[in-house]
């Protein structure tokens, strides 16, 4: 079975500090696709990233960082520099090569205080 | 690019009625799109799957007659949901799942707001 579990179901940080969303996932397929989404309270959820079971390499995006790790079966998410603008609710997904279907974690909300 | 233009965002109405949302993929052609849909700080629930010129395929739970899915061209997809109850007020999301050039990813709206009273 697929499952993608985010622990954290809320963290509130003071501005300009750096956090750490987790997500662990678990599949038994070898081919995988594994995305973080965000949604503001607009309810729109935006793209930020997807990375396939292929490439453990770890992504940079501004102040946002990605940490792949197979091992662990974990894709964990840093904001560096947290901002008020980065409050939301974080969304890790998993999709299985070919179906496009995503799972959904259940989220982890974010408060970033000013 | 890559964008989803989803309406309305926000609806009230009677029980009993009817009520449609359209979801547009308005820089790309999507065969394929997905309605979610969201409790209040809960995670999205897929509904069902839409394929453009074929029947939608539904999660197991979901009454296919009362979320009518049409998927006529490659831009667009609607949800109508049928004598609506109150029960079934609820934040409704689409997504199109791009194509190759932007790598099978979903693109979301930004969601419609139910309330039936």
């Known amino acids: 079975a697929q499952k993608v579990t985010q622990a954290q179901t809320e963290i509130s940080v003071v501005e300009k500090e750096d956090v750490t969303l987790d997500c662990v996932y678990e599949t038994r397929d070898t081919t995988y696709y594994l995305f973080w989404y965000k949604q503001p309270p607009s309810g729109e959820l935006v793209f930020l990233i997807r990375?396939?079971?292929?490439?453990?390499q770890n992504e940079i995006s501004g102040r946002y960082s990605w940490n792949f790790q197979k091992s662990t079966s974990s894709f964990n998410f840093t904001i560096t520099a947290s901002q008020v603008v980065d409050s939301a609710v974080y969304f890790c997904a998993l999709s299985q090569w070919g179906t496009y279907k995503y799972i959904f974690g259940t989220g982890t909300r974010l408060k970033v205080l000013a | 690019g890559a964008v989803v233009s989803q309406h309305p965002s926000r609806v009230i109405c009677k029980s009993g009625t009817s009520v449609k949302i359209e979801c547009r993929s308005l820089?790309?052609?999507?065969?394929?799109m997905f309605w979610y849909r969201q409790f209040p700080k809960q995670s999205l629930m897929l509904m069902a799957t839409s394929n453009e010129g074929s029947k939608a395929t539904y999660e197991q739970g979901v009454e296919k007659d009362k979320f009518l899915i049409n998927h006529a061209s490659l831009t667009l997809s609607t949800l109508t949901v049928t004598s609506a109850h109150p029960e079934d007020s609820s934040f409704y999301i689409c997504?199109?799942?791009?194509?190759?050039?932007?790598?099978?990813?979903?693109?979301f709206g930004a969601g419609t707001r139910l309330s039936v009273l």
């Open positions: 997504s199109a799942l791009g194509g190759e050039e932007i790598e099978n990813i979903q693109y």
């Open positions: 820089d790309f052609q999507a065969t394929t």
């Open positions: 990375r396939n079971s292929f490439d453990e």
